[in-house]
Each structure stands twice: as C-alpha cells, then as structure tokens.
C-alpha cells in the first residue's frame, strides 16, 4: 500500500492548486558552489555549453548508445565509457516504478524491451523496493540489455527516516559490485524532495553534495527528482540548484490548470523549462518524469475543467514530444532528452504505454535523434 499511494501523492502533488503555482522567476546568475565534472562526462558546474571534458576522447561507440557492444569483462575504468551527456536529447528510455518489486527475471524481459523495441538508453527508476539484494538485480539486468539507470534514493512522504537505510544500501552497492559504475548513470534524490518538504533546500542541498562526494571516486553525478514547481515553492532553492550536477525534471502537464488536450502543452512545458533555463545555471537537463495519463481517477485528477485523459491524449502527448525532437535538439547543453512515464500500467495506472495485460495501449517508435 505504502508505495503505491505515495506515488499516488506524487502525482497530485503536481496538481499546482496552490495560488503561488507561477514561477517565481528570481532571475539571474548565482555564485557556484563547485567545480565538478570528470573524464566520465558529468556535467560540469556551471556548464559552458562546450565543455571540452565531456567530448568524446574517441569516436567509439559509447555506452549506452544502439551502437556500443556490451565487452565480455568488466572494464578497468569509466574513461571513455559513457557518452558524455552534453551529446543527450530526444527520447532517452522510460521511467519504471519500483513498486511491485518485480523479478530479475522480469527486468530482464522488460529492460530488453526497452532496448531493442524502442532504443532506450536508459531507465529511470523511481519508487522503492526494499527488498535485499534488489539493486544487484538491476545492474544485473541493466549491463545484461546495455542500459544505463538513473538510480533513485525514494523518501517517500511521511518525513520519515529510511531514506537514510536506503541511502547506505545502495552506496555499499554502488561502491562495492565490479559493474555498478558501468551501468548506473545518476543518482537521484525523490520523489519530489522539495515539494515534500523532506528537508529544507538547504539540508537536501547539504545532502546532494554529501552525495556527490560519496559517488565521485565512482563518477556517478547527483541530482534531485524535482518538478519547477516544487523549486519555486521554497523561493527558488538556489542551493539545491547549485548543488546538483544537471536536472531530471517532472513535467506533467495533465495537471496544469492550463491543460486541455495533449497536443496543446507545449506552451506549459515550456513555461517550466523556461523557469530551469532561467534559474537552473546553466546545467544540463532531462525531463525524467513525463507524461500523460490515459485515464483520471482519484489521486490523478486535474486542475483544468478541459484537461482530457484519455487513450489517444495520452498518445497525442508521445506525438508531441516527438514533433518537437528538433526543438529538444536545440536546447543547452546539446539538447534535452525525455524519459515516457512510465513504462506500463501495472506500475501507476493510465500513464503506461503498456497496458495491464501487456498491450501496447498506442504505437510509439520515439526518435532518438534527429
Ligand atoms: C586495464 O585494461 C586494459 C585493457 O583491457 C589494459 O591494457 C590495462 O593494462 C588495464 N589496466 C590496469 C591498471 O589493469
Ligand atoms: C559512502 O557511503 C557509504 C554508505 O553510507 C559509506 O559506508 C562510505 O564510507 C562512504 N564513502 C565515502 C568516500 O564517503
């Protein structure tokens, strides 16, 4: 239960009912706080756009790029194993909820589809599945399918403090499996730390950078699962801006109290990137939580009277985003690469591309360049 109605939360949290729901707009250029970046590509603060480390040292393929060969050991080093994330946009994986604890052997199945049918790069995970051993079986299943993650540290809702547990657990992993740093891209604080309330901007701003620390022997990159809105609340959070290493943004435009249909939410999106672009430094960009739902229902109800939720809105929402692939192109930091949420319907209901029996619910072939 817990799981599921926190994602529930972590929804209507999007809601924007609140009478402050514009951007709060501050403008300007803060002072930095660091310095970060490496040889594996994490995006250094404050990018310059042309960021000579994050170039390719060879034209190999990369991981996780459609081209690049899984080797039959594991490598010695990161050095040149990640594409550099400056070269990512368009349509970059699926966001995967962790809720029903599922199987190794079905994040294989599953992790496989994403790669082979749709390209993915990468998956998203959110929500939490306590149970030991459970990362192992997604670095098994990610290096197994060529697929990096974007792993999650899930707070959850009731400020309570196993986050903490969790964020032992998963370093120990992180640190400790000869193949954690191959396949795990970024860590995320989530879901929707600021919103939450878990902790002030500047104690979650405190942990991010503990993070990174933690992680840059290993040259993982640390960033919060955050919508514009959940920034905005606290005044702009300029130190959490300033302490992640790029932004893996929520954009659920359904909850906007401007939606109406699909094809009409460009402008909302872009009023909330607008806000990253303003506010956000500079630094690299993903909208890692984004989507439309099939269906409302309690705990997914809109704001907007003309808000529809329906199957071809939620297909209507992929066409636009894949419209749009010249436009992500564009974007900072060569470009801006979107995660669908979420990969299926048995993992937070109407949003799926998948229905509960399997289905495709619509056809989705997303661009991955263009
Ligand atoms: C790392 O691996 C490469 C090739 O796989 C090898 O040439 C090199 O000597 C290794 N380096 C170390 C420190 O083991
Ligand atoms: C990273 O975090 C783990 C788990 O909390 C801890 O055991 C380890 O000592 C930390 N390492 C560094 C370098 O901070």
Redesign the pocket.
Known sequence: MGAFSRTLSALLLLSCILPACVSANEGGQHPLLFQAGDEHGVIQTPSTGVDSLDVPASKAPCFPSAEFTMPSTVPNTTANWWCPMNNEYAFMGFSYSLYNCQSLSQMQREFKDMKTKFKARYVRLYAVCDRKGFYDDVITAAWDNGLGVHALIWFGFDNTPEWKDR??TL??TL?THPKARFVTRALQFGSEPLYDWVLTPDELAAEVVKAR??LT?IGIPVTISEMAWGYQLHGGSKSVLEAVDFFDIHMLPYFSQQASTSDKAWPILMKDHNWFVTNGLGKKMFWSQNGWPSKSYPGVEPNSPDAVADIPNEAGYYKLLDEHCTDFKAMANGGVGWFWHVYSDSQLQGYGLYDTSGQLKFPFQPKIAC
């Open positions: 964020r032992a370093f120990n640190h620390k933690n022997s």
